[in-house]
């Protein structure tokens, strides 16, 4: 199994709070909105006199509700299409599992969520990578790509949208091109759209599950974990209209018997946010969104595409290793006792080698820490720089 670049430097962050460093923690998707009310009143004030186990494909009722959730946002479903899972990390899982054998090839463009790597690791299952750019602001690569990867072995292509760790949009242009791949190739399409309420700049966010003709098609991982910041709570959905797929998924659920219980009745408290919520979340990721893209294209030598969508922006930075760089912030740096923790992008790629002068910011810091944050940075490349750069010892773990 591969280290998780987003926490494989959580030692030398615990090591710098020790020696009285304050860290700002742009590594990981842990948004500091709080989670709305409504739902952790709904957990303060449930009456349970036992925490019983759950239908294996989640409370019928959360799922129902779901229903009507995704009719809101355009997605017509029924709850026996809907199945709850122990987080979005569960839905993909059982995605995976149930759709590709040991050997079998899943086509992800890259830079790509992390875990994906790790998810198809644990299932023996080959991920082909296809490399899309920091020049295009990481879009689609052309559909020519795709199509040269798929061999006997390819049985489905993967897409996160908003994507993380871009934090591009796909337009509906780009999914209509899937679209005729999948069909012409009888592919299975997954699509992790967890971050589907986070869309900017007037633009529109369009499910795959509304594409024509995709119907035994597309998988569709979903989670509460970043729209009601409740990432704790480890509450995710499958959802696909392929009865057979939902059969098999089903099984790998009664495996583990049941998503959790009191994390349930949080989710399904998400009918008493009010509509204005994410009007007011999104408006608070564009301004942090547009100050850490400015400050960082401020920098001598370093580029950041605006991103479309979620709260992750992906920078090259003037550095020849971005592993060796952000343990070196943690390590060896501080700025009037601060420092910042980023998330090298090597651990993005599937393709060996790549991702060596970039890293993923995760913005969700109020505005006030993340000026802090970006000028620790900002200096810390100058220091880094002028001093050139520090050699990774044979350990990996000091300089």
Not at 15 to 25: D, L, P, S, T
Not at 118 to 125: D, L, T, V, Y
Not at 199 to 204: F, I, L, Q, R, T
Not at 225 to 241: D, E, F, N, P, Q
Request: proline share 6%; net charge negative.
């Amino acid at each position: 199994m591969p280290a998780s670049p987003i926490r494989k430097l959580v030692p030398f962050a615990e090591q710098a709070k020790i020696r009285g460093r304050k860290v700002y923690h742009l590594n990981i998707g842990q948004p500091d909105i709080e989670t709305p009310p409504a739902m952790l009143d709904a957990v303060r004030n449930m009456d349970l006199k036992v925490v019983e186990y759950s239908h294996s494909a989640g409370f019928e009722s959360y799922r129902r509700k779901l229903v009507d959730y995704y009719k809101s946002v355009g997605i017509t479903l029924n709850h026996h299409q809907i199945m709850i899972t122990t987080g979005g990390s569960e839905a993909i899982l059982f995605g995976m599992f149930s759709c590709l054998d040991a050997g079998d090839e899943v086509i992800i463009p890259e830079p790509l969520y992390a875990n994906y790597n790790g998810f198809a690791e644990a299932g023996n299952i080959i991920v082909k990578p296809i490399t899309s750019s920091i020049d295009t602001g990481y879009a689609l690569p052309p559909i020519e790509a795709f199509k040269q990867q798929i061999t006997p072995r390819t049985k489905a292509i993967l897409i996160c949208n908003p994507n993380n760790p871009t934090g591009y949009l796909y337009s509906r242009d780009e999914l209509e091109q899937l679209r005729q791949i999948v069909l012409d190739n009888d592919l299975y399409l997954f699509a992790d759209e967890v971050y589907r309420e986070f869309v900017y700049d007037g633009a529109e966010h369009f499910s795959v599950l509304n594409l024509e003709g995709l119907d035994e098609h597309v998988v569709l991982m979903d989670s509460i974990s970043k729209r009601y910041s409740a990432c704790g709570a480890r509450i995710g959905a499958l959802v696909t209209r392929n009865t057979r797929v939902m059969e098999t998924a089903l099984k790998f659920a009664q495996a583990r018997l049941s998503p959790p219980t009191i994390e349930q009745i949080l989710a399904e408290a998400f009918t008493g946010v009010s509509d204005d919520y994410f009007e007011a979340v999104n408006a608070e990721y564009v301004s942090r969104r547009d100050l850490c893209v400015a400050r960082l294209n401020a920098m001598d030598g370093v580029r950041c595409p605006n991103p479309g969508g979620a709260f992750y922006a992906m920078a090259e930075l003037p550095v020849d290793d971005t592993d060796v760089f952000c343990q070196w912030l943690l390590e060896s740096f501080d700025l009037n006792g601060e420092t910042v923790m980023l998330a090298p992008a090597s651990g993005f790629y599937s393709t060996p080698g790549l991702g060596k002068k970039e890293v993923r910011i995760a913005y969700v810091l109020n505005k006030d820490d993340l000026n802090k944050a970006m000028d620790c940075l900002d200096a810390a490349l100058k220091v880094y720089n002028k001093a050139g750069q520090p050699v990774q010892a044979e350990t990996g773990t000091r300089f």
